[in-house]
C-alpha cells in the first residue's frame, strides 16, 4: 500500500510541472497584417528601389517593443553574387524621422541569383524580420523596399507584412 500512495505522488509533481509551463506561455497583439499575393517586378533599367508593400499600425504607448515579420517569394536574375536587399522602414508618428529597422539596414538579402539570364527562376520564400522600440505612441507606418544589387531585374510575389508586440 505504501508503493502505490508512493506512485501516486510521483505521478502528481509532473503534472503540476507540466500545468505550469503551459501557464507560462505568452501571446503576442498583431498591431497590423497585409498580403500581397500579386507579383511585382522591374524589368527594365535603371533598377531603382521600390516600396512592395506597408502597413499602419499603432502603439499605444512609447518605446513599445515591436517585432515585424516580411515574408515574400523572390527571384533575381543573373549570379549567386547578384541579389535582393530588403530593408524594413519605420516612419514613427511625431518628429522622429523614419529609420530601417535593423538587422534589415542596406544589407540582408532575401534571394541571390542562380545563374539565369531573367528574374523568373530560382524561386526562394524567404522572411526578414526585426525587432525594435518605437520612440512614440501613435500611428505609424511600415514599408518595405527593395534594392537589386547590382541594378539587375528581380521579382517578389505572394507578400505578406506582420507587426506583432
Sequence with gaps: ????????????APAFLGLGVVAA???ATVLCGV???NPISDIAAPFPAATVISAAFTTPVANQLVDIKYNAECSIAGGPTNWLDTNIIIDPAGAPLPFVCPPS????????????ATQNDGWVSAVTNCVTRISTAGVH?????VVPHPGVPWRIDDQ??????
Design 1 to 12: 500500500m505504501n508503493s502505490q500512495l508512493r506512485l501516486s505522488k510521483l505521478w502528481r
Design 141 to 145: 507606418t511600415v514599408r518595405v523596399q
Design 105 to 116: 539596414n542596406s544589407d540582408n538579402a532575401l534571394c541571390s541569383g542562380n545563374h539565369t
Design 25 to 27: 506561455q505568452a501571446s
Design 160 to 165: 505578406s507584412l506582420k507587426c506583432e508586440n
Design 35 to 37: 498580403t500581397n499575393i
